[in-house]
C-alpha cells in the first residue's frame, strides 16, 4: 500500500512540475503575441496623428516602425528604445543608431526564439520593408547574413547610405540563452515611397 501511495505521489510530483515547465515555456510566447496586438493598436493610433502614443498607460516605449520580410510575412511593429524590458514585447531600435531610412546605420534587435526567428529565414536579396508612423514606405534588400562574436565584433554605425541590420542571438535553437554570438541581417535602401 505505502509503496502504490509513493508511486501516485512521484507521478503527481512530476505532473505538476511538467505543467509547471509548459506554463513557464508558453508564458514568453503568450506575452510576445499579446503585446504585439496592443503595441499594434498603438501603431494604428500612431498612423491617425496622435502624438506619443503608448501602447499601455505605464509603458516607457512607443511603436517607431512597422518591419514586414519578404513577400506576405507577418508584420511586426518596432519599439522604441533597447532595453531588456522593451526587447521582451518586441523588436527594438537601438537608440545610439539612426533612425530607419537615415544616413547610416539603424540598428534593430529582438529575441531569436520569438519575434526575429523569421531571420532564419532571409536569404541575401530577400526584400525587408519598413514603414514609418508618417506612411514613409522604406524597402531594403538582404546584402549580408552572418554570425558575430559579441565579444570580438561590434556593429557600425555610420553608413554613407541608409543601412538596416537587424540582430539576434545565437544559435536560433540553442537551449542556452546567454550566448555571445549573433546572427546579423544587412540590408541596404533600395527605394522609398512618401506618402502625400
Given at each position: 500500500?505505502?509503496?502504490k501511495?509513493?508511486?501516485n505521489?512521484?507521478?503527481?510530483?512530476?505532473?505538476?512540475?511538467?505543467?509547471?515547465?509548459?506554463?513557464?515555456?508558453?508564458?514568453?510566447?503568450?506575452?510576445?503575441?499579446?503585446?504585439?496586438k496592443?503595441?499594434g493598436?498603438?501603431?494604428?493610433?500612431s498612423?491617425?496623428g496622435?502624438?506619443?502614443?503608448?501602447p499601455?498607460?505605464w509603458?516607457?516605449?512607443?511603436?517607431?516602425?512597422?518591419?514586414?520580410?519578404?513577400?506576405?510575412?507577418?508584420?511586426l511593429?518596432?519599439?522604441?528604445g533597447s532595453?531588456?524590458?522593451?526587447?521582451?514585447?518586441?523588436?527594438?531600435?537601438?537608440?545610439?543608431?539612426?533612425?530607419?531610412?537615415?544616413?547610416?546605420?539603424?540598428?534593430?534587435?529582438?529575441?531569436?526564439?520569438?519575434?526575429f526567428?523569421?531571420l532564419k529565414?532571409?536569404?541575401?536579396?530577400d526584400?525587408?520593408?519598413?514603414?514609418?508612423?508618417?506612411?514613409?514606405?522604406l524597402?531594403?534588400?538582404?546584402?549580408?547574413?552572418?554570425v558575430?562574436d559579441?565579444?570580438?565584433a561590434?556593429?557600425?554605425?555610420?553608413?554613407?547610405?541608409?543601412?538596416?541590420t537587424?540582430?539576434?542571438?545565437?544559435?536560433?535553437?540553442a537551449?542556452?540563452?546567454?550566448?555571445?554570438?549573433?546572427?546579423?541581417?544587412?540590408?541596404?535602401?533600395?527605394?522609398?515611397?512618401?506618402?502625400?
Amino acid at each position: 500500500m505505502r509503496r502504490k501511495s509513493s508511486r501516485n505521489f512521484a507521478l503527481l510530483a512530476a505532473l505538476v512540475v511538467g505543467t509547471a515547465c509548459l506554463i513557464h515555456g508558453g508564458w514568453i510566447h503568450a506575452k510576445a503575441l499579446l503585446a504585439q496586438k496592443l503595441i499594434g493598436a498603438a501603431w494604428q493610433r500612431s498612423q491617425a496623428g496622435e502624438q506619443d502614443v503608448r501602447p499601455w498607460c505605464w509603458a516607457d516605449t512607443r511603436p517607431l516602425a512597422k518591419l514586414t520580410f519578404g513577400r506576405g510575412s507577418g508584420e511586426l511593429i518596432v519599439l522604441e528604445g533597447s532595453s531588456g524590458r522593451n526587447l521582451a514585447f518586441g523588436p527594438v531600435h537601438d537608440p545610439a543608431s539612426v533612425l530607419p531610412g537615415k544616413p547610416g546605420n539603424s540598428v534593430i534587435a529582438g529575441h531569436r526564439d520569438t519575434h526575429f526567428r523569421v531571420l532564419k529565414e532571409l536569404k541575401s536579396g530577400d526584400p525587408v520593408h519598413v514603414e514609418l508612423p508618417d506612411g514613409t514606405q522604406l524597402s531594403f534588400i538582404v546584402v549580408d547574413l552572418r554570425v558575430a562574436d559579441s565579444r570580438q565584433a561590434r556593429i557600425v554605425l555610420d553608413a554613407e547610405r541608409p543601412r538596416l541590420t537587424l540582430v539576434t542571438c545565437y544559435p536560433f535553437d540553442a537551449m542556452d540563452a546567454h550566448t555571445p554570438l549573433r546572427y546579423v541581417v544587412t540590408a541596404e535602401l533600395s527605394s522609398t515611397t512618401v506618402r502625400r
